[in-house]
């Protein structure tokens, strides 16, 4: 049996091969499971442009100092088991390499699921080690809820796509709505047309007083605008249609240094800049010498921490559940979907769709959900 995964370049993106290998067999407490489907979307890219700074790069090692192995979010089967409480046959949805296969070591096995205690993962942060059960998962059990004309496969399909992103999004939202949109009323996003844009500006949308502007390319307005959740929407040669004096906070998913730095010199009253992403992968650079506030990086484990210290695991997971119900069922809406699932599988398509969302190119209305 052998085992395939893409490995892409550290230090340049665009250059990728596919590596195969024995599959290692089990030792005792270890599980090995099929990799059914995954996403890939502008956040693996992110992963891809900030995987040396945040460690991305270290949940998958190849072995090879010069490549690396791309995380992504999605669900597997676990197909031979070594360890007493992992059964074969179940199904998890977590933190998965661009490949095959993966063998992983439960720890702390739980109804609800299970963490990789891998020695080269201790040290990384909990929230990418937890595999969830699919049979008590209650966010598939929301996805369900939303989605109750559709399939698994479009259901994971769903999750898949959205889930990672749109804790994130929700995180955004609650950390703004948290430190009072800093005396703000003016929330900038841009990368509009990405799927965390969107579902942060979907729960911004429901904050009183808030308006939520959109940035984007000239070829995503339209996109932006049906979207129904930015209050205006601009392309980013636009920034002067609003007033310098705006009080606003800038959101930053595209990671653009000139973007940045002409926002922060534009906006003589911008009261906070956070970044997220970086979509933009071949615009990224630093936040050095800005006017205005520091930019900072805004990092969604950390807010996670400080609210399940302030309300507890069980109060947050039901308020992001909820949540994610309702933009689930308003991304899916039969009549006005914001999102349509491609599905691909094989080396090729794998290949070449990372090439396109690495590009920046493609419908944005449009999902990736892979299978190698």
């Known amino acids: 049996m052998n085992h395939t995964q893409l490995w892409v370049r550290k230090d340049q993106l665009a250059v990728t091969q596919w590596h195969h290998s024995p599959a290692q067999a089990l030792a005792p407490g270890q599980v090995r499971l099929t990799v059914d489907r ?25 072995g090879d100092a010069a490549w690396g192995c791309l995380p992504v979010w999605g669900f597997g089967t676990v197909q031979q088991s070594a360890h007493p409480d992992v059964a074969v046959g179940e199904r998890v949805y977590g933190y998965f390499p661009m490949a095959d296969q993966v063998v992983l070591s439960p720890a702390r096995v739980k109804a609800a699921g299970w963490s990789d205690a891998a020695e080269h993962r201790a040290q990384l942060h909990p929230v990418y080690n937890q595999y969830l059960r699919c049979d008590t998962d209650p966010f598939g059990a929301a996805t369900a ?24 999004s929700w995180l955004i939202d609650d950390f703004l709505a948290d430190n009072g949109f800093f005396g703000v009323g003016v929330v900038l996003l841009s990368s509009a047309s990405s799927k965390t844009a969107y579902g942060a500006a979907f729960q911004l949308a429901q904050r009183p007083g808030v308006q939520v502007v959109g940035l984007t390319s000239v070829a995503n307005v339209a996109f932006c605008e049906s979207l129904g959740c ?20 800038y959101v930053d998913f595209a990671g653009n240094a000139a973007l ?10 911008l009261a906070h800049s956070c970044s997220v992403g970086g979509t933009h ?49 308003r991304v899916t809406q039969p009549d006005d979907e914001w999102l349509k ?15 396109q969302v690495l590009a920046g190119r493609g419908d944005p209305r449009v999902g990736h959900v892979l299978t190698v």
């Open 38 to 62: 995954f996403a890939l979307t502008a956040n693996n890219i992110t992963y891809g442009a900030f995987g040396d700074a945040m460690n991305y790069w270290q949940f998958f090692p190849t």
């Open 145 to 168: 809820a939303a989605m109750p004309q559709a399939s698994a496969a479009p259901q994971e399909g769903v999750q898949a796509l959205l889930r990672p992103l749109f804790v994130t």
């Open 230 to 249: 930015y209050h205006r929407v601009l392309t980013y040669e636009q920034l002067d249609a609003l007033p310098a004096d705006t009080p606003c906070v």
């Open 260 to 269: 940045r730095r002409a926002i922060h010199t534009r906006f003589t009253a």
């Open 281 to 329: 992968v071949d615009q990224l650079g630093g936040a050095k010498d800005l006017p205005g506030p520091s930019a900072t990086l805004f990092f969604a484990p950390a807010h996670i921490k400080k609210r399940q210290a302030e309300w507890g695991g069980p109060v947050l997971g039901q308020r992001m559940v909820a949540a994610w119900q309702a933009f689930v069922a």
């Open 341 to 355: 699932i491609q599905a691909g599988s094989g080396p090729e398509v794998v290949a070449s769709t990372y090439a």
